[in-house]
């Protein structure tokens, strides 16, 4: 099937709603029971609102401009009749008010109205079809017609109008406003060739709001239009599929699978070609890719391959912002077909494709070919109510090759037909009634309706491949701004831990309980003595069955060993030295070995038996206060006390070493040195520090031991809380 007047007539279901539009004649005027003859109202322009649907633009408001300020505006005050396609519409009016020149709504008096209307699929579209070129084209002379209704008026300045009265204006480019666009940045790209035609694309370029100041690069997703789209206006790419559902001007958009792990979202690149991405002559003529025409085995090939590939990267280049191993790129139709090309020619390239309605035929894909693709990410999205590029030509027969050739990394969602959210009964006019054409299968991807997929482990032979298998759950768009995703360094946990403060040298104090004398166990100076006499304690080989640390761990730098970190008394001091290869926010987390002893309610002092350790709530400062940088930094939580925890229990270090975690605080380091230091604050601490741990970064860090000797130790052999 070849040549301009077949494929125009088949590739017209691919185009916007300029292809369907219904037929309505304007209302008389009434004459307010004789006793008005209308005339024109005192108005200097009307400017059209354009906007993207999912079935291509529409103009859902006006902006009239009036000789003078204007009273009286409700929603019932007009009716609007205007050329959208082919045929004059009446509209239908949802509200009108007085407003700026840019349409938005004000309180003050003003010369401008604007009228919202509603909009439904074949309706108000400010597009034609070109038949000659088979592209859409701007209507760039739209008849508006703006009348007061019966039992209505508005006053202009001192000019009351009545129903009837009317003004007429032809809308043509000058009045056109495309906010949707007006966010992108656009320009051209010229490919020079040596001895040919230059090559001249239009592009245009969308950036998420804090991009820049994200701290991180982001990723890029590429648009390619479909055959009714090209030219050389950006603006009809954009609106001809909804390509503006790609960004955050839409209500409807994808952009928040692309917010994830800080990032301010994905850039959106589209490219315009003059005529098709499917033209091999750069005539406008198709040439070998015909639709639906029969495969002759040989590469499709495009005129524009290698200006499209330059275009983007000279975009890329001239953003160092853009993540590249999180480029992906997509289209439909002719974008689709242009995306496999690219997949065969530049597969490495980008992370990911999302060919819809592809038009690349499987029987021009050799073995060689199909190799190249096997092992790429790419999913596809068509209808099977496709009549432009039949799926049994182009995407079903690909993809059970490609499974058969081993392919891991591929996915299908296969729908019955197009449905949309904007208009859900449309006509398409040759298609089933109340569904779009079965081509537009894009709507679903701009409309995030992508969700469930083929089962491939359920594939044993192509006639598994249909739409009521397409059930297995998986989201085209969380999958796309998936692929490519470094996965996270980890996040470092820095430990400076130290010994237990009664074991030293691997031993441990233990008393004699038949040498103790517990009616002096609350006498200081009683156990100094007490273990003056070898005779009374022994000297036990004890190790804790936790695993410590005893130097920095976490980088190549190490640090001295910290041993017997902490019994607090009033006035000592521990301190660490840490640098950090970046600024950066760290989680500090305080164990202890023992918190406050509680000795009141001691019931047999010969056991020890009703001995409590106080709950400590570190965030009272009454017992520890950590310093970062010399500015206080308030430790957050509690110790828990052990209830009960006798002189046996001490004995036993898998509990007395461990039991006290919990207090913590994020705290800022800067980059380069800082000093983290812990103080104590009473002289009834009675706190066993086991170690310190840094989390929640993955900058970087080297340890330094800061000079702890100011650090007052436990008396030797004491009993510790």
């Given at each position: 099937?070849?040549?301009?007047?077949?494929?125009?007539?088949?590739?017209?279901?691919?185009?916007?709603a300029?292809?369907?539009?219904?037929?309505?004649?304007?209302?008389?005027?009434e004459?307010n029971?004789?006793?008005?003859?209308?005339?024109?109202m005192?108005?200097?322009?009307?400017?059209?609102v354009?906007?993207?649907?999912?079935?291509?633009?529409?103009?859902?408001?006006?902006?009239?401009?009036?000789k003078?300020?204007?009273s009286?505006?409700?929603?019932?005050t007009?009716?609007?009749?205007?050329k959208?396609?082919y045929?004059?519409?009446n509209?239908?009016?949802?509200?009108?008010?007085?407003?700026?020149?840019n349409?938005?709504?004000?309180?003050?008096?003003?010369?401008?109205?604007?009228i919202e209307?509603?909009?439904?699929?074949?309706?108000a579209?400010p597009?034609?079809?070109?038949?000659?070129?088979?592209?859409?084209?701007?209507?760039?002379?739209?008849?508006?017609?703006?009348?007061?209704?019966?039992?209505?008026?508005?006053?202009?300045g001192?000019?009351?109008?009545?129903?009837?009265?009317?003004?007429?204006?032809t809308?043509?480019?000058?009045?056109?406003?495309?906010?949707?666009t007006?966010?992108?940045?656009?320009?051209?790209?010229?490919?020079k060739?040596?001895?040919?035609?230059?090559?001249?694309?239009?592009?245009?370029?969308w950036?998420p709001?804090?991009?820049?100041?994200d701290?991180q690069?982001?990723?890029?997703v590429?648009?390619l239009?479909?055959?009714?789209?090209?030219?050389?206006?950006?603006?009809?790419?954009?609106?001809?599929?909804?390509?503006t559902?790609?960004?955050?001007?839409?209500?409807?958009?994808?952009?928040?699978y692309?917010?994830?792990?800080?990032?301010?979202?994905?850039y959106?690149?589209?490219?315009?070609?003059?005529?098709?991405?499917?033209?091999?002559?750069?005539?406008?003529d198709?040439?070998?890719?015909?639709?639906?025409?029969?495969?002759?085995?040989?590469?499709q090939?495009?005129?524009?391959?290698?200006?499209?590939?330059?275009?983007?990267?000279?975009?890329?280049?001239?953003n160092?912002?853009?993540?590249?191993?999180?480029?992906?790129?997509?289209?439909?139709?002719?974008?689709?077909?242009?995306?496999?090309?690219?997949?065969?020619?530049h597969?490495?390239?980008?992370?990911?494709?999302?060919?819809?309605?592809?038009?690349y035929?499987n029987?021009?894909?050799?073995e060689?070919?199909l190799?190249?693709l096997?092992?790429?990410?790419?999913?596809?999205l068509?209808?099977?109510?496709?009549n432009?590029?039949?799926?049994?030509?182009?995407?079903?027969p690909?993809?059970?090759?490609?499974?058969?050739?081993?392919?891991?990394?591929?996915?299908?969602?296969?729908?019955?037909?197009?449905?949309?959210?904007?208009?859900?009964?449309?006509?398409?006019?040759?298609?089933?009634?109340?569904?779009?054409?079965?081509h537009?299968?894009w709507?679903?991807?701009?409309?995030?309706?992508?969700?469930t997929?083929?089962?491939?482990?359920?594939?044993?032979s192509?006639?598994?491949?249909?739409?009521?298998?397409c059930?297995?759950?998986?989201?085209?768009?969380?999958?796309?701004a998936?692929?490519?995703?470094?996965?996270?360094?980890?996040?470092?946990?820095?430990?400076?831990?130290?010994?237990?403060?009664?074991?030293t040298?691997?031993?441990?104090?233990v008393?004699?309980?038949d040498?103790?004398?517990?009616?002096q166990a609350?006498?200081?100076?009683?156990?100094?003595?007490?273990?003056?006499?070898?005779d009374?304690?022994?000297?036990?080989?004890?190790?804790?069955t936790?695993?410590?640390h005893?130097?920095?761990?976490g980088?190549?730098?190490?640090?001295?060993?910290?041993?017997?970190?902490?019994?607090?008394?009033?006035d000592?001091?521990?301190?660490?030295?840490?640098?950090?290869?970046?600024?950066?926010?760290?989680?500090?987390?305080?164990?202890?070995?023992?918190?406050?002893?509680?000795?009141?309610?001691?019931?047999?002092w010969?056991?020890?038996?009703?001995l409590?350790?106080?709950?400590?709530?570190?965030?009272?400062?009454?017992y520890?206060?950590?310093?970062?940088?010399?500015?206080?930094?308030?430790?957050?939580g509690?110790?828990?006390?052990?209830?009960?925890?006798?002189?046996?229990?001490?004995?036993n270090?898998?509990i007395?070493?461990?039991f006290g975690?919990g207090?913590?605080?994020?705290?800022?380091?800067?980059?380069?040195?800082?000093?983290?230091?812990?103080l104590?604050?009473?002289?009834?601490?009675?706190?066993?520090?086991?170690?310190?741990?840094?989390?929640?970064?993955?900058?970087?860090?080297?340890?330094?031991?800061?000079n702890?000797?100011?650090?007052?130790p436990?008396?030797?052999?004491?009993?510790?809380?």
């Amino acid at each position: 099937m070849k040549g301009k007047k077949i494929i125009s007539a088949v590739l017209a279901c691919a185009l916007s709603a300029t292809c369907v539009a219904s037929l309505a004649a304007c209302n008389p005027a009434e004459d307010n029971g004789g006793t008005h003859t209308p005339v024109v109202m005192d108005a200097a322009k009307t400017k059209i609102v354009v906007q993207g649907y999912e079935w291509g633009p529409a103009v859902p408001k006006i902006i009239v401009e009036f000789k003078g300020n204007v009273s009286g505006v409700t929603k019932d005050t007009f009716a609007v009749t205007m050329k959208g396609g082919y045929s004059n519409t009446n509209r239908t009016i949802t509200d009108a008010y007085t407003c700026d020149e840019n349409g938005n709504k004000v309180t003050t008096a003003s010369k401008y109205v604007a009228i919202e209307m509603s909009v439904k699929y074949g309706e108000a579209s400010p597009f034609n079809y070109d038949q000659n070129k088979q592209v859409n084209v701007w209507n760039d002379s739209i008849p508006v017609t703006v009348k007061v209704n019966k039992n209505s008026k508005i006053k202009v300045g001192d000019t009351e109008y009545l129903d009837g009265d009317k003004f007429e204006y032809t809308v043509t480019a000058a009045d056109r406003k495309v906010p949707q666009t007006a966010t992108w940045n656009k320009d051209k790209f010229v490919l020079k060739q040596e001895g040919k035609d230059d090559i001249e694309l239009s592009r245009a370029s969308w950036k998420p709001q804090g991009a820049e100041n994200d701290n991180q690069k982001n990723p890029l997703v590429i648009w390619l239009h479909g055959g009714g789209e090209g030219g050389t206006d950006i603006d009809i790419a954009l609106l001809g599929n909804e390509v503006t559902a790609l960004t955050s001007d839409n209500s409807t958009n994808v952009q928040h699978y692309f917010k994830t792990g800080g990032s301010a979202g994905a850039y959106v690149l589209a490219v315009q070609s003059p005529t098709m991405w499917m033209d091999s002559e750069g005539n406008g003529d198709y040439g070998d890719n015909s639709a639906n025409g029969n495969a002759t085995g040989e590469a499709q090939t495009s005129y524009y391959t290698e200006a499209l590939w330059q275009a983007i990267n000279d975009y890329v280049d001239n953003n160092d912002d853009i993540d590249t191993d999180r480029i992906y790129i997509g289209g439909c139709s002719n974008g689709g077909y242009m995306t496999m090309n690219l997949a065969l020619e530049h597969g490495d390239y980008f992370a990911a494709y999302y060919p819809i309605c592809q038009g690349y035929m499987n029987g021009n894909i050799n073995e060689e070919r199909l190799n190249k693709l096997k092992d790429l990410n790419i999913w596809f999205l068509l209808s099977e109510a496709d009549n432009t590029l039949k799926p049994e030509k182009y995407t079903i027969p690909l993809y059970y090759r490609l499974l058969q050739a081993g392919a891991e990394n591929i996915h299908l969602t296969y729908k019955k037909n197009v449905t949309g959210v904007d208009d859900p009964n449309p006509s398409s006019g040759w298609g089933t009634p109340g569904y779009y054409d079965g081509h537009w299968s894009w709507i679903y991807a701009f409309n995030d309706d992508v969700k469930t997929e083929i089962d491939n482990e359920k594939v044993t032979s192509q006639e598994d491949l249909t739409p009521e298998k397409c059930t297995k759950e998986g989201n085209m768009w969380e999958w796309i701004a998936s692929v490519g995703v470094k996965q996270a360094e980890p996040v470092e946990t820095y430990e400076f831990e130290a010994e237990n403060a009664k074991i030293t040298n691997g031993s441990k104090v233990v008393p004699k309980q038949d040498k103790i004398d517990w009616s002096q166990a609350q006498n200081p100076a009683y156990w100094e003595e007490f273990y003056k006499n070898p005779d009374n304690y022994t000297m036990e080989e004890v190790k804790p069955t936790v695993e410590t640390h005893n130097k920095y761990t976490g980088t190549d730098t190490k640090g001295e060993e910290v041993t017997n970190v902490g019994y607090f008394t009033a006035d000592s001091k521990l301190a660490w030295k840490i640098e950090a290869a970046e600024e950066c926010d760290v989680v500090i987390t305080l164990h202890a070995a023992g918190a406050v002893q509680d000795q009141t309610g001691i019931t047999d002092w010969s056991t020890g038996a009703g001995l409590k350790f106080k709950e400590v709530d570190l965030s009272k400062n009454e017992y520890i206060k950590l310093v970062v940088n010399s500015a206080d930094a308030v430790l957050t939580g509690t110790l828990p006390g052990i209830d009960g925890l006798n002189w046996e229990a001490i004995k036993n270090p898998d509990i007395y070493c461990n039991f006290g975690t919990g207090a913590t605080q994020t705290v800022h380091l800067k980059k380069g040195s800082n000093v983290i230091e812990l103080l104590a604050v009473n002289k009834d601490i009675g706190l066993n520090i086991d170690k310190i741990v840094i989390s929640g970064t993955t900058v970087k860090l080297s340890y330094a031991p800061a000079n702890n000797t100011d650090r007052i130790p436990p008396v030797q052999g004491q009993p510790q809380g």
